[in-house]
């Protein structure tokens, strides 16, 4: 996106965007659904990409009329998405409200990016999913509880302190389940690319 649209954070630019265009949606849910694309090895071409945040925000078109780079800002979101994580895995981040936010909105805001990740998988690797090993099947399974987050949370040091794990382990579980689809075949001689871990038992 350009200089001039960036708010606070991305995800302040997006959720004003989405609040902008009315959308019926969450901004959380749509770059997991994003995401859950680009694990699976998915790579979409704009027009694509613009027709899928069409459809998310559940509007006919776009209304560029107060924001005339719309379009461009959003394709350059997705490359953003995409380049941040090849170029630096390590790097990427859940797209969730910031710490200002209360944090059953948060949670709200983790449960949906999951959805969204969940569906953007499922709807590009498809069949390729139940030949995953039993650990990243695990994960997912893990991951339909997460979705299901009981939303009433009240706000405690022992809560941020749940939250903040479950955050770390979706996002490694993610990051395994990218570098499954997304693993560069290594020049001879090299060693194997370490694997990421995100075992731990959710309660």
């Not at 719309?70 to 998405?81: G, H, K, T």
């Not at 009981?150 to 979706?170: G, H, Q, T």
Request: hydrophobic share 40%; charged share 25%.
């Amino acid at each position: 996106m350009t200089e001039g649209q960036k708010l606070d954070s991305d995800f302040d630019w997006l959720a004003n965007v989405y609040n902008t265009q009315g959308a019926i949606n969450h901004p959380s849910e749509l770059h997991g659904l994003l995401f859950g694309g680009l694990a699976s090895g998915m790579r979409l071409n704009s027009a694509d990409w613009l027709d899928i945040v069409v459809e998310h925000m559940g509007v006919d078109a776009l209304d560029t009329s107060r924001q005339t780079r719309l379009e461009e800002d959003l394709i350059s979101f997705y490359q953003s998405v995409d380049q941040a994580v090849e170029n630096d895995s390590n790097s990427f981040a859940l797209f969730l409200p910031d710490d200002d936010y209360e944090i059953s909105q948060r949670v709200e805001a983790l449960t949906l990016w999951v959805r969204g990740f969940l569906e953007g998988l499922a709807l590009s690797a498809n069949a390729s999913l139940s030949a995953l090993d039993e650990d990243l099947q695990e994960i997912l399974r893990d991951f339909v509880d997460i979705s299901q987050l009981d939303l009433r949370v009240s706000a405690s040091e022992a809560a941020e302190k749940e939250f903040f794990e479950i955050c770390e382990y979706v996002r490694v579980g993610v990051l395994n389940i990218y570098a499954e689809f997304n693993t560069p075949e290594a020049p001879a001689g090299d060693a194997d690319t370490p694997e990421f871990s995100a075992k731990r038992t959710l309660h």
